[in-house]
């Protein structure tokens, strides 16, 4: 049996319900203006001939694209005195909607530009339903290519996608592409589809260019397409309602084998509507007035780089070619215990109840404070030195109060086996908590970490870092200095309310060189600096660069506690 009639087979397993639910966690649209931006950036304006071009949309949603589209293209062939016929329209224009009211919408807007257009309404009628397709892009066959590609992919997290979908794509996509966020087989596809020389313009939220998810896709999109420009809108209107996401425009274009481009990128982070407009129309018409930087090319393996500040990046590359990772230089980064069901597990130390043996000190993110960590709760521990589950009838105190919560944490999936109720998630490690460790909140507009030498058990809001070769004093002086901070304005993804994720992904890309290759003087310094001021200059020496990389970066005066 054929590929595509194995696939079609299964598409018609999927039930209205699995269409309702993925369009429910996906229904965004883009608005009118920033549509009409994106069209005119890639091209498909009434000034350029339009006749013989092709331009897709792989998610239609209610046709804010395809309608001006269809607008462009007639007013187009207008100018140029060219027929306006089924025949010449045919072709142009291709787009697929699975949910059918957005379809419906979709062919309606789309009819009505036809009709204005000169066309009979049975015509228009016709040429709507041919152009926006009852179908599923991800596993449409026989498309052929385009001239252009644009449009707003689905952006949902891959785990939420429903069951009966993420079966039928595993049929029609790589493995690679099967991960993160629905929008990367929608890039991988459109990118297929594209003629060489053909352009595709997407507003999608940018975190597919710095997450572990996209290493497959970046790699796949470095070979095929180059990168024309990357404008963040992460503060701007660019939907028709709040998401959150932090979406960017990114314009790629398909490879010629013939030609030699520059593999430079036009990227800007415009703060208004109007900075925004001025982009579109230096893409569109060559304009100079735009605050558009040149960057090095975002797409690759290794995630992307996205700074205003051209001085700032080609600094961080310099260091990453020059000194080893943080790991590399003898540090361990480790996420902190998951719970399962913290109400169950998390008391006031004030709780006499529970036997003493079981209470470990216990810190969230809540409790980094001026690099002090300030908590008092406890742990109940319930796994022993050897990491075994401890006998809970040993200790009455604590089985009792666990017992008021053992319904909800039988309920969970980490519990394989009944008797087992009562254990968390992960194992907790005696020795981490002991251990001097730096511990860094997981999420934070701007770091927050603390250097703590007592016992302390970190919950899975907190990521820690301990050294057997640096001393941890000299590790923390260098992070709070700025460090930590440019890398992660450099690779954090953005999450709502302009918070920076500071998640184990980003901290092994953390530079640090080796503890014994450090000049004395520095060594001393880092370890116990005179001011802020000595200790931003021993890290510029450190890194060979200037203090005001980190400065902006750096933490006021703070104190490991």
């Known amino acids: 049996m054929s590929t595509p009639r194995r696939l079609a087979e299964h598409s018609c397993r999927i039930v209205p319900s699995s269409v309702l639910k993925l369009h429910e966690a996906c229904r965004v649209y883009t608005r009118t203006e920033l549509a009409a931006g994106l069209l005119d950036a890639v091209g498909w304006r009434e000034d350029r001939a339009l006749e013989g071009q092709r331009l897709l949309e792989p998610a239609a949603g209610n046709g804010v694209f395809l309608r001006l589209a269809a607008e462009r293209l007639i007013g187009s062939l207008r100018r140029r005195n060219r027929p306006i ?20 919408e979709a062919r309606l807007a789309v009819s009505e530009v036809l009709l204005a257009g000169g066309l009979t309404t049975s015509s228009a009628s016709q040429l709507a339903a041919r152009w926006v397709r009852d179908g599923d892009f991800l596993t449409a066959t026989d498309l052929g290519t385009f001239t252009h590609v644009v ?10 996608v429903p069951e009966a979908f993420r079966q039928l794509y595993s049929r029609s996509v790589p493995e690679a592409m099967q991960k993160g966020d629905l929008c990367v087989p929608f890039f991988y596809r459109s990118v297929g589809h594209l003629e060489p020389g053909g352009t595709l313009a997407f507003v999608c939220s940018d975190r597919w260019l710095r997450a572990e998810y996209g290493i497959g896709l970046r790699a796949y999109l470095g070979s095929n397409v180059r990168t024309v420009a990357h404008i963040e809108i992460h503060d701007l209107p660019a939907f028709d309602r709040d998401v959150h996401a932090y979406a960017a425009v990114t314009i790629l274009e398909r490879r010629d084998d013939s030609a030699r481009g520059s593999t430079r990128t036009l990227f800007a982070q415009p703060t208004s509507v109007a900075e925004l407009d001025r982009c579109f129309r230096r893409l569109a018409y060559g304009s100079d007035k735009s605050a558009m930087l040149t960057v090095e090319e975002p797409l690759g393996g290794r995630p992307a780089i996205m700074l205003r500040n051209r001085t700032k990046v080609q600094a961080l590359r310099k260091v990453e070619a020059e000194m080893p990772t943080i790991e590399e230089s003898g540090c361990s980064i480790r996420v902190g215990a998951a719970l399962g069901y913290t109400p169950a597990f998390v008391v006031e130390q004030c709780n ?13 993110s809540r409790d980094v404070r001026n690099g002090h960590v300030c908590s008092t709760r406890c742990l109940i521990d319930v796994f022993d030195e050897r990491g075994e589950l401890i006998d809970l009838g040993r200790y009455p105190g604590a089985r009792e109060y666990l017992l008021q919560f053992k319904a909800r944490l039988l309920r969970r999936s980490c519990v394989r086996r009944p008797e087992q109720w009562y254990r968390t998630i992960d194992k907790i490690s005696h020795k981490l908590a002991a251990s001097p460790k730096i511990l ?5 507009k701007a770091p927050r970490i603390a250097l703590v030498t007592r016992v302390v058990q970190p919950g899975n809001s907190l990521y820690s870092i301990t050294s057997l070769d ?18 992660a304005d450099a690779y954090s993804c953005r999450v ?18 080796m503890w014994m290759s450090v000049p004395g003087e520095i060594q001393q310094c880092l370890t116990v600096p005179d001011s802020r001021s000595a200790l931003l200059e021993a890290v510029a020496q450190l890194y060979g ?3 005001a990389l980190f400065d902006e970066y750096s933490a006021p005066e703070i104190s490991a506690g």
């Open 85 to 104: 016929t089924m025949r010449v329209l045919e072709g142009a224009v291709t787009g697929y909607e699975i949910y059918s009211e957005a379809r419906h």
């Open 151 to 160: 449009g707003n992919p689905p952006y949902v997290r891959w785990s939420k």
């Open 352 to 364: 006499s109840t529970i036997e003493r043996a079981l209470l470990l000190p216990y810190a969230t």
């Open 440 to 444: 860094i909140c997981g999420i934070a």
């Open 470 to 487: 640096w001393p941890l004093a000299a590790v923390f002086n260098v992070l709070s200095s700025g460090v930590l901070g440019l890398f």
């Open 496 to 513: 709502n309310g302009a918070f920076l994720r500071f998640h184990g992904v980003v901290l092994k890309k953390l530079r640090l060189p």
């Open 545 to 547: 660069t200037s203090k």
